[in-house]
């Protein structure tokens, strides 16, 4: 089983390591602006007491784009 929770400013450290780790840096670019992902809002995931995935995600008016 696992738990999808809320990011919280705990998680903020693990997902710049995370992001480093699997995608190489932790900023993505998103329609020409560069964003640190480690601070934006989103979701991880937990399996036995760990940390395995994340999701995160910008909202930008009525747009949102994870």
């Not at 400013?9 to 710049?16: E, F, H, L, S, V």
């Not at 900023?27 to 989103?42: I, W």
């Amino acid at each position: 089983m696992f738990e999808i929770r809320p990011v919280e400013q705990r998680d903020r450290d693990w997902i710049a390591q995370f992001l480093t780790d699997h995608w190489g840096s932790p900023r993505v670019v998103s329609r020409g602006q560069v964003h640190s992902a480690g601070l934006l809002p989103g979701f991880i995931v937990v399996m036995r007491g760990q940390r395995v995935g994340l999701i995160t995600y910008r909202v930008d008016g009525k747009e949102c784009e994870s």
